[in-house]
T-cell receptor, first 116, second 113 residues
């Protein structure tokens, strides 16, 4: 099955600086790569996603890049703010190509700390 | 638009007892998922429903876990009997259809003593 590795496990940056979180996946059939933000006591919230036919996607201060050849994808957050502090998860799935099964395989998460 | 609703919010039981969790997905969402999130880890898929049919339950420990989605709307996940290692947050998620964005509920935090 799919295996998703995520690094780093903890990332501390100064407010206003950029943060980068990296993930690798093992199954070349995976074609959908979302990123989730989880705050304490809440469920994961989708912040951005990318499909395998696109190399990069941007939404305001957040961007995701995908390298299918190397099987890795990254989350970039620019101009970080205190409210960006949370745990971030990357995930991968085959997007329904496996007979309708499209459950996500998650990484272990990155605890992002924004220092004021 | 109302989000994914889950109850109860917290549950504490002793090992070998049984417990049930309830989920009501976003209205109109055909696909429903149950995930288990152990402290410090990412969510792990337990089961996926498409309407009231099971699409994937390959990671569901079927000797103790069961789930149903009657009438293709809300769903229940049951554990019987519970073990200490079942302590986790149980998350329900839904999507409009397969291969669409997933929306998660706030989860049920289960503590097995």
């Amino acid at each position: 099955g799919e295996n998703v590795e995520q690094h780093p496990s903890t990332l501390s940056v100064q407010e206003g600086d950029s943060a980068v979180i990296k993930c690798t996946y093992s199954d070349s059939a995976s074609n959908y790569f979302p990123w989730y933000k989880q705050e304490l006591g809440k469920g994961p919230q989708l912040i951005i996603d990318i499909r395998s036919n696109v190399g990069e996607k941007k939404d305001q201060r957040i961007a995701v890049t995908l390298n299918k050849t190397a099987k890795h994808f990254s989350l970039h957050i620019t101009e970080t703010q205190p409210e960006d502090s949370a745990v971030y998860f990357c995930a991968a799935s085959k997007g329904g190509s496996g007979g309708g099964a499209d459950g996500l395989t998650f990484g272990k998460g990155t605890h992002l700390i924004i220092q004021p | 638009e109302a989000g994914v609703a889950q109850s109860p919010r917290y549950k504490i039981i002793e090992k070998r007892q049984s417990v049930a969790f309830w989920c009501n997905p976003i209205s109109g969402h055909a696909t429903l998922y149950w995930y288990q999130q152990i402290l410090g880890q990412g969510p792990k898929l337990l089961i996926q429903f498409q309407n009231n049919g099971v699409v994937d339950d390959s990671q569901l420990p079927k000797d103790r876990f069961s789930a149903e989605r009657l009438k293709g709307v809300d769903s229940t996940l049951k554990i019987q009997p519970a073990k200490l290692e079942d302590s986790a947050v149980y998350l329900c998620a839904s999507s409009l259809r397969v291969n669409e964005k997933l929306f998660f509920g706030s989860g049920t935090q289960l503590s097995v003593l």
